[in-house]
């Protein structure tokens, strides 16, 4: 079956669980394209997505860095599994300091690849480890809560 997910400014076909429906699935995105032209489709892992023509990952990581202190010293770190990512990829890896890591296999703009979840664990732990031991500045916040710590 196919399964539709309404975000606030964008909609999503998935088609996961009957990947037959394919065809059908994009069939039908492209008529709601029509109906709604300042949208745009894009295709991800069995999915058919309809956003804002102007969106993109890259967009978004970079309104996001905007609102972090500026005198602060960050490593932008991008990790994704999908062509929805690739975007995200090429703006991280304009950056200084960016790393961009795409998991699974694949041609990507990303610097980094990982075969899969498991490693990206590893790599977070490994890349935690060396902070806690080597960074001065880390504050040694033990509670790690995704980005409430990064934004501290």
């Given at each position: 079956?196919l399964?539709i997910?309404?975000?606030?400014?964008?909609?999503?076909?998935?088609?996961?669980?009957?990947?037959?429906?394919?065809?059908?699935?994009?069939?039908?995105?492209?008529?709601?394209?029509k109906?709604f032209?300042?949208?745009?489709?894009?295709?991800?892992?069995?999915?058919?997505?309809l956003?804002?023509?102007?969106?993109n990952?890259g967009?978004?990581?970079?309104?996001?860095?905007?609102?972090?202190?500026?005198y602060?010293?960050?490593t932008?770190?991008?990790?994704?599994?999908?062509?929805?990512d690739?975007?995200?990829?090429?703006f991280?890896?304009?950056?200084?300091?960016?790393?961009s890591?795409?998991?699974?296999?694949?041609?990507?703009h990303?610097?980094?690849q990982?075969?899969?979840?498991?490693?990206?664990?590893?790599?977070?732990?490994?890349?935690?480890?060396?902070?806690?031991?080597?960074?001065n500045?880390?504050?040694?916040?033990?509670?790690?809560d995704?980005?409430?710590?990064c934004?501290n």
């Open positions: 079956s399964l997910e309404n975000k606030k400014s964008s909609i999503a076909l998935h088609y996961r669980k009957a990947p037959e429906l394919e065809d059908i699935a994009k069939k039908i995105m492209l008529e709601a394209q109906i032209p300042n949208l745009r489709l894009i295709q991800g892992k069995f999915v058919y997505e956003i804002p023509a102007q969106a990952k967009l978004a990581i970079k309104e996001v860095l905007a609102h972090l202190n500026q602060e010293v960050y932008p770190i991008f990790i994704g599994d999908d062509v929805t690739e975007d995200g990829f090429y991280v890896n304009q950056l200084e300091d960016g790393i890591i795409k998991v699974g296999q694949g041609l990507t990303a610097k980094y990982l075969k899969d979840t498991k490693q990206v664990y590893d790599f977070l732990e490994s890349f935690l480890d060396h902070i806690r031991n080597h960074d500045n880390f504050k040694g916040n033990n509670n790690l995704g980005e409430k710590t934004l």
